[in-house]
């Protein structure tokens, strides 16, 4: 006893002792070195490689995404439900744990039940007035459509109680806490991510512009950052993600504000990417592209150097626009990102998957994403579609509400009312 209390804060006496505080002595060495920057990407001496690999990622990504792109909006809308799907599987097996899962055959099938009714729901809305612009040749499938139109709500509700149910059946003793857990984690899926990510689909039938603009400010925002971070991050600048740095966040910032007002320019003068899409067809639009659209010349001021090449600059009215959508993108965006490296660290777990060499999985490439389709399409709504109540709004009101017997009442009503007062 008195050799131990001798040896009362000096070094330890025994060799597992000694042991034990030279492993606490490098853990202490190691978390100082993480606090004062050594995580940072300019002290990470395998950088190179992880960048290229990364970068090689990242061109297939663009070249696919610019390919689908281009063949329009039916073949866009499908990569987002791929997308959905994927993000889907990895956050399902995030919680995922296999002995308990033996025990519940089936169980996994109940998740992927809830997924695609809530898929059925929101696509149904989304893509209800198009689908019956698309099939109005045929009187039979044309009243099919008109019942999945009217029944909507009640098809997807009956396959959610059913699901509900099927839950309840299933509910086995000493699982309970797995499985009310599973149920919630699946709910949190679908309002979080899912309900999310449904607005970029939306976006696209408004015009392939407001989904393309906002999604491609992310991405340059997401190198950019990486970028400047990589060259001359030298200030952290948060602990949720220790990586990011103040020198990447106000570079990719700034990067990100000067593309949204020149991409706009560009992808604005491009009827197919502004037209919004009434049907479900695959043709090329062709349309007035509308005020936003239609370019203004403003001649530049006297100071302006003799040798500058141009005496006036055209300028798109939707550059305004598409600068407070490079701010959002720049600003508030990253912060979805912020929240899904919480979220990882919460899990203790680097990535949600490993499907993108140097990226991770999907989901760790649609965190921002989600964030800035919310918004680009709450934007619009607010800020560029001037009509509180349209066309299509009404006809997709007609055509739940009445039977077609009142729907020719209507249309010869509504034609006598227009005939008199032309006359």
């Keep these: 006893m008195h050799k131990d209390s ?14 034990r505080h030279r492993k606490r002595s490098s853990e202490a060495l190691g978390e100082a070195s993480k606090e004062n920057g050594g995580r940072l990407l300019v002290n990470d001496h395998s950088k190179y490689k992880s960048m290229w ?47 308990e899962e033996r025990q519940l055959p089936g169980f996994r099938l109940l998740n992927w039940h809830f997924f695609f009714t809530a898929m059925l729901f929101v696509y149904g809305r989304i893509l209800n007035q198009r689908l019956y612009n698309t099939v109005t040749s045929g009187k039979s499938l044309y009243q099919l459509v008109i019942s999945l139109i009217k029944y909507h709500m009640a098809i997807c509700y009956s396959l959610y109680i059913a699901g509900f149910m099927w839950f309840i059946l299933t509910l086995k003793k000493k699982m309970y806490k797995y499985q009310f857990g599973q149920y919630a984690w699946t709910h949190m899926i679908l309002i979080v991510v899912f309900t999310q990510s449904s607005f970029t689909v939306a976006n696209i039938f408004e015009g392939i512009f407001w989904f393309l603009l906002p ?29 990011k740095t103040w020198e990447g966040f106000i570079g990719a910032s700034i990067t990100t504000m000067i593309s949204a007002f020149v991409l706009a320019n560009i992808m604005g003068r491009f009827l197919w990417l502004t037209c919004p899409r009434k049907d479900l067809s695959t043709g090329w639009l062709q349309c007035d592209p509308g005020p936003l659209f239609k370019p203004e010349y403003f001649t530049l001021p006297g100071w302006i150097p003799q040798w500058f090449p141009w005496k006036e600059i055209s300028i798109l009215p939707v550059q305004w626009h598409a600068l407070c959508l490079g701010l959002f993108a720049s600003i508030i965006a990253p912060f979805g990102g912020f929240f899904a490296s919480g979220f990882k660290r919460a899990f203790k777990v680097k990535d949600f998957g490993d499907s993108i060499p140097g990226h991770g999985g999907i989901t760790d490439r649609m965190d921002c994403q989600m964030v800035m389709a919310v918004f680009a399409y709450i934007y619009h709504q607010s800020f560029v579609v001037h009509q509180s109540v349209s066309v299509d709004m009404l006809m997709e009101q007609i055509l739940r509400s009445l039977p077609y017997e009142e729907q020719y009442t209507l249309y010869m009503r509504l034609g006598e009312m227009i005939q008199g007062r032309l006359t």
């Excluded at 090689?56 to 997308?83: D, E, R």
């Design 6 to 19: 001798n040896n009362t804060g000096g070094a330890p006496s025994t060799p597992i002792a000694r042991l």
């Design 215 to 243: 999604a491609t400010l992310i991405v340059i925002n997401d190198i950019f950052a990486y970028i400047c971070g990589f060259f001359f991050g030298k200030t952290p600048l948060i602990k949720l993600s220790p990586k």
């Design 53 to 99: 690999i990364r970068a090689q990622s990242t061109i297939w990504m663009i070249g696919s995404f610019a390919l689908v792109v281009y063949m329009g909006h039916l073949y866009i809308t499908a990569m987002v439900v791929v997308i959905q799907i994927y993000m889907a599987k990895e956050l399902f097996n995030l919680l995922r744990k296999a002995n």
